[in-house]
Nanobody, 122 residues
Framework: QVQLVESGGGLVQAGGSLRLSCAASGRSFSSYVMGWFRQAPGKEREFVAVITWGGDRTFYLDPVKGRFTISRDNAKNTVYLQMNSLKPEDTAVYHC???????????????WGQGTQVTVSS
């Protein structure tokens, strides 16, 4: 198991940017595929982005392609989500998660952070 703690959320106007961070502790960070998910009020948790162990491949939810960038620093045990051109529909609690395989389904991720709130005002 790996312990995950997110930070960097907040309130931002539409068109603005935020950078989320997720710090990991416990078992070797580089042995995990890392993902970001989000959950808006009244909606199911949805996949946002995932990055492979070495960071060589990334995958994104279609609505965030070209606006969000996932990256990782294995030396710092941290994964990031750079969010640009934010829209009100991006408002949600954002969670990072760890998996042993490349996946976009939440069921494949066994470790989760507590989440950080992102609110985008119009």
């Amino acid at each position: 198991q790996v312990q995950l703690v997110e930070s960097g959320g907040g309130l931002v106007q539409a068109g603005g940017s935020l950078r989320l961070s997720c710090a990991a502790s416990g078992r070797s960070f580089s042995s995990y595929v890392m993902g970001w998910f989000r959950q808006a009020p009244g909606k199911e948790r949805e996949f946002v982005a995932v990055i492979t162990w070495g960071g060589d491949r990334t995958f994104y939810l279609d609505p965030v392609k070209g606006r969000f960038t996932i990256s990782r620093d294995n030396a710092k045990n941290t994964v990031y989500l750079q969010m640009n051109s934010l829209k009100p529909e991006d408002t949600a609690v954002y969670h990072c998660a760890a998996s042993n395989i490349i996946a976009t389904s939440a069921q494949q991720f066994g470790s989760w952070g507590q989440g950080t709130q992102v609110t985008v005002s119009s």
